[in-house]
Each structure stands twice: as C-alpha cells, then as structure tokens.
C-alpha cells in the first residue's frame, strides 16, 4: 500500500507504460501456455479416472448382484431344509396319532412302546434321516441311532459349541400355546467322528407329554449348493472377456474362466483384499495388483479388482478390469481432446495479442487520468485509514471487555495470566487466580431489580480495579463472578492477604439510588505453579474451590490443595471405572429377604444393587449411584436390575412353593 502511494511509482507509470505492457504480454503468453499444458494433461488424466470410476462402479454392481444370489441360495437352503425335515416330522407325528387312536383300550406303556418302535425304524434321506422322542422334562423315550440314551435326562445335553440345545428346544414349548419349533446344533454324522451343523424340529404329541423330532445337517445340501454356484461363476461372461472369480479365505482359486487356475493359490492377493478389508472395517472394495492371468495370454498386467468377503462360507467373490485395457479404450478419445486443445491455444494466443494491444491504448489514456486522480485517492484513503483504525480499536476493546463494567473479559484475562505466567517463573515466584463470588448478590436482584443489581456490579468493579493498579488484572466473567490474576506473588500468604484485601473493599456499604447495600464475597483461589501452568486450568481449580467454599458457607476463601485434588482425581477415577462397570459385569445384585413376621416364611425380597470394582474394591451405592444420576447412566443401571431381578424372579418362582414377589427401587 505504501508502494502505490509513492510519487516516484506514479511517475514511473507515466514514462514507461510500453515496459510494463511488455512485460504484461510476456507473463500472460508465458502463463496461458503453461495453463493450457496444465489443464490438457488435467483433462486427459480426468478422462483415464472417470473411465476407471465407471468401470469400479461396474465391477462392483456385478460382484454385489453375485454375493446378493450366493445370499439369496444360501437362504433357500435353510428354507429347503426346514421345510422338509418339518414335512417327515409331521408324518412322524400322524403316525404316532394313528397308533395311538388304534389302540386306546391297551395299557398306556403298551401303546407307548408300540409308537416309539414304529417311529425307531423310520429312515429317509438314504437313511441318514431318523428320529427321536423325549419328554417335555428332558427324558429321552427313544433315539433310533443312540439306544443307550433311552431313559436319561437329555436336558443338560450341550454340543461342542456349549449349547444346550433340548434345554433351548424346550424353553420355547414353554411359551403358552406353543406346539413346536425349530433349533441348531452339531452333531456327528453316523460312523464319523467329525461334528456338522444340524437344523431340527420338534412337535409336541400331546397325549403324552411327548416331543416328536428329527434333524438334517445343512451340510450337505450346503457342498451340492455350493459346487453348483461356483460352476455357474466360472462360466459366467460380460463384456466380451470380462469374468468374475472366487478365492477361498487362504488364497485358494474356487472359480475362474480360466480352468487350469482353480485350485491355485493366489495368498498375495488374498492377503491383500483382508487388509484393506480390516483398514477399513468393512468386508468389500477395490486392490490394484499384478494379475496372473489375462484373456490374451499375457501375464503380470496392473489389474483393479473389486472383491467382496462373504463371512459365512469364507468365499473372496471378485471381478476386475485391466489399465492396459481402459487406455486402449479411450486412445481414440485422447487423441481427439489433443487435437482440440491445440486449436484452442492458438485462438487463446491470438486473444491475448489482440488484448494487449487494446491495453497499450488504454494505459495511455489512463496514465494521464491517475496524475489527477491520485493526490484526491490519497488524502481520501489516508481520512478512510483513520477511520478504521479507530474502529478497529473500539472493536479490539468491546471484545477484551464486559460491556456492563468496562473491565476485562475472560478473552483479556486468560491473555494476561499467560503472560503473568511466563513473567513468574522467570523471577521464580507464584501467580494467583482467584475467583470471587458476590454473596447475595441473586437477593439484591430479586428484591431491588436488575437496574439496582448492574449498578451494583459497575461499583464493585471499580473497587476492584484499585486493588489491581498495574500489579495484575480483574476481569468480569458474568453475572456475580469476578476474577483475579495476581503474577510475582512470593507465596501462599501473601495470595491469603490479598484475597483479605479484596473482601476488606467490599466490608463498607454501597449506595445505589439511595438504597445502602451491605456486600461480602466467597473468594476460591489457585496457585501458579502448584496448581497448573495453563491460564483455563488455573480458572477451573479456583473456580471449583470457591464452589466448595461456598458449600462452607458465605465469606471464606479457600485454596485449591492437595486433598481437593486427590477427591477429584478419585472422583474422575470413579466416572471412568463406572463407565464400563455395566459391560465388564462388575454389577451385581443381591437380595434382601422379606419374612412374613407370622409364618416366618420368606415372600419376597429386595434387589440391591452392588459394584467391585477389581481396580477399586467394593464401591458404596451411595457414591456410584449418584454417579450414574449425574452422567446420565441411571438408567443403564435400572435396565440391568430390572432384567437380572427378572430372570431371578422367574427361577426362584419356579423352584418355590408360593408366589415370590422381588421390588426394585428406581430412581426418579
């Protein structure tokens, strides 16, 4: 700006406007053939990624439409399944009720023997389908491949995967109005030592109390499904030579157009997809690699690839498209986009010719117009510089200041602190930050107005600012509370004496549109270096301080110390812990019995809710409940006891003699 204002540089414009009008055409040229590079090669890489973004996008529409029809067979296996294992149970069950109605004048354990062994010999599925009876306890009546389970409870049975599938089978009959139901679990297969997964389904034969059942294993019919879908990949084609393929989680080739691969093992890009995959939490997307195999023969070509992991079957379902293909592609393309941005850069040169020599006659005119005009744009900009220069300082105070007592606001005070900060430890000594809290001052609002009230806080400002002089600063932070940095303090007494000093200027009374006001002061203070070395820690420790002082009661000054800090540091210890107490199982609920004072029976109890914590002990619900009110956790709490007196209650009535009624306290 200076430059501009100078009499020389208006003078050099005037004598040599055909230098600078050189010079102008010289960049310009320089700059639009630079620019027109550029933005060709900008243009022509814009073409290689768009035509590679479609092509991704294609890719992943053809792999996502195969995972969604692996899903889609997948799903019509359990369907299948289901369906036909229901189907022989039913037959199953009209044959029991056929013996059953046949013979109603026998004994009971005569027709009970004649259905178990008519349902005993019953195969289907090549004779891998049979069945099974038990007792809606657990019992088992009769199991046509393991004989000798006949007679045991079969409740407590579990598979290798720690399911206790009758128990589980059973809990569902329980439900009122049940009759049957499906449930897994792995079993071994007959003469093998391997367990497969099984799906089931049992009926209830209700004359008995019986439950009729049978199961498939999704095995396999899961192989025959899977076979047919990898045949169908292989020979599945698009776009002339474009194919998809599948790899096993290891790296195995499962399909691929080409036949000699399957059976392969392509480890390096298996291993490539699961650590994109686990980069990016996610069980698809797009690798670039070295393919192994292109329809023309030609090996190790820059492939990208679109692969999706299918968790269930452990399948890495994949297609891609090869660089060298998109660039024979678009060849054509490119040539003709050259061809067009040179024609568009000589009529882009011929432009800027004939705008210069436009400039040459314009400068001319225009130098002789800023000899006049430039003495009235100086006085005018130097009268504008003014100008703002004062309302930039009017800015500057209105946002370091409180507009109700012109003292500093917590922008000017933190500000400050930082540099008392600095100041104090080079001389080796303290600073104090102490926050004052007007007693009463809600009061005198409440029963003068706020009229009476600012004026109050106007006067006590100006009482506080005598203290400070230029020995630190007091600032205003709103409403009641006042602030105070005191730097070079040579220590605690001497913070003591002045925080004294600032309630002894509050000890005579004030006088507001005649009303005499009485006024005393809650003073809570931190101590630079003891207490932090940051201004917004400081603020805070005084800050929480003068809430505990005021807790003391009114008119006491209180230093942050080392009993506060070890409370907060137990307290946040106890926030932290009590964050993940609920998913750790930290929890638990005890019951207090309630006695019928007659009987001496017990009719019910009382959920309370108990926390060890492994890192802090048994914690008192008086503390971690008030915890969990605080940061929103209560009812996490709540929904925990609820559910485990629940499920408690449920047990306890069901292994009582008379009703138990648990009541659970819940906070408001």
């Known amino acids: 700006m200076n430059a501009l204002t100078d009499k020389k540089l208006l003078y050099t414009i005037k004598t040599v406007p055909f230098a600078l009008i050189v010079l102008f055409i010289t960049l310009l040229l320089g700059l ?3 620019d027109n590079k550029k933005r060709s090669s900008q243009l022509e890489q814009n073409l290689i990624t768009n035509n590679l973004l479609k092509q991704k996008e294609t890719i992943a529409q053809r792999v996502e439409s195969t995972y969604d029809q ?3 067979e997948r799903q019509q296996i359990i369907s ?3 369906a036909n294992v229901k189907s022989h149970v039913d037959i199953a069950h009209q044959i029991a009720f056929a013996i059953y109605n046949e013979n109603k004048g026998k004994p009971e354990q005569e027709v009970k023997n004649l259905i178990a062994e008519a349902i005993r010999n019953i195969r289907y599925n090549d004779g891998q389908g049979y069945f099974f ?5 657990g019992l088992f009546v009769m199991h046509a491949t393991m004989p000798e389970e006949e007679g045991k409870q079969g409740i407590a049975f579990q598979d290798s995967h720690g399911v206790p599938y009758i128990e589980n089978f059973l809990n569902k009959l329980a439900i009122p109005n049940r009759t049957d139901g499906y449930y897994r679990w792995w079993f071994k297969k007959p003469h093998q030592n391997q367990e497969y997964e099984k799906i089931g389904y049992g009926r209830l034969f209700e004359p008995y109390g019986w439950v009729i059942g ?7 019919t899961e192989q025959k499904v899977k076979q047919a879908l990898l045949d169908s990949i292989s020979n599945y084609r698009f776009d002339g030579n474009g194919y998809l393929f599948v790899l096993s989680k290891q790296g195995e080739v499962l399909a691929h157009k080409n036949d000699t691969l399957i059976g392969a093992n392509l480890t390096s890009i298996a291993e490539q997809a699961h650590t994109l995959m686990q980069s990016t939490h996610s069980n698809q997307g797009y690798i670039e690699y070295k393919a192994p195999y292109h329809p023309s023969g030609e090996a190790n070509m820059d492939k990208v690839s679109y692969i999706k992991f299918d968790h269930q079957w452990n399948w890495l379902i994949g297609t891609g498209v090869y660089i060298k293909d998109i660039h024979q592609n678009i060849a054509e393309q490119l040539a003709q986009m050259r061809e067009q941005n040179e024609n568009e850069q000589i009529k882009v040169l011929i432009l800027c010719l004939s705008l210069a020599l436009a400039l040459i006659l314009l400068s001319m005119l225009l130098s002789n117009y800023l000899g006049r005009r430039f003495n009235q ?3 005018r900009i130097e009268k504008d510089f003014a100008l703002v220069e004062k309302g930039k300082e009017q800015l500057r105070h209105q946002a370091q200041h409180d507009v109700l007592t012109h003292l500093p606001n917590r922008i000017l005070l933190e500000a400050r602190t930082q540099k008392g900060i600095a100041f104090s430890r080079l001389q080796g000594k303290m600073l104090a930050v102490m926050f004052v809290d007007l007693d009463n001052f809600k009061r005198v609002n409440d029963k003068y107005g706020h009229e009476v009230g600012d004026e109050l806080l106007v006067q006590a400002g100006k009482r506080f600012s005598k203290l400070v002089k230029k020995n630190g600063i007091v600032a205003r932070f709103g409403g009641d509370e006042f602030v105070f940095s005191i730097p ?8 003591l004496a002045f925080a004294h000093s600032i309630q002894s200027s509050l000890s005579y009374p004030f006088l507001i549109h005649g009303i005499t006001l009485d006024l005393s002061s809650s003073i809570g203070v931190s101590l630079f270096p003891n207490d932090g070395d940051q201004p917004r820690d400081l603020l805070s420790k005084a800050d929480i301080v003068l809430t505990r002082s005021k807790k003391q009661g009114k008119g006491f000054v209180t230093f942050f110390d080392e009993r506060i800090r070890q409370e907060l540091r137990n307290h946040f210890l106890l926030e932290d812990e009590f964050q993940s107490a609920i998913k750790r199982g930290e929890l638990e609920v005890h019951y207090q019995p309630q006695v019928d004072s007659r009987s001496g029976e017990i009719i019910g109890a009382e959920a309370l809710c108990r926390w060890f914590s492994p890192t802090l002990g048994l ?10 009110e605080k940061n929103d956790a209560i009812l996490d709490v709540g929904a925990f006891v609820l559910d485990r007196a629940c499920r408690d209650a449920k047990r306890l009535n069901r292994e009582s003699k008379r009703p138990i009624t648990i009541s659970v306290n819940v906070s408001p």
């Open 488 to 495: 070079a303090i040579d220590n605690q007494a001497q913070a």
């Open 133 to 137: 009876i038990f007792q809606t306890d």
């Open 80 to 82: 299948a399944l289901k």
């Open 619 to 628: 914690v008192s619900p008086l503390v971690f409940i008030d915890i969990a």
């Open 70 to 72: 692996i899903r889609y």
């Open 214 to 220: 049978s199961g498939e294993y999704i095995e396999d």
């Open 32 to 34: 639009v053939v630079n």
């Open 377 to 379: 744009f100086q006085r």
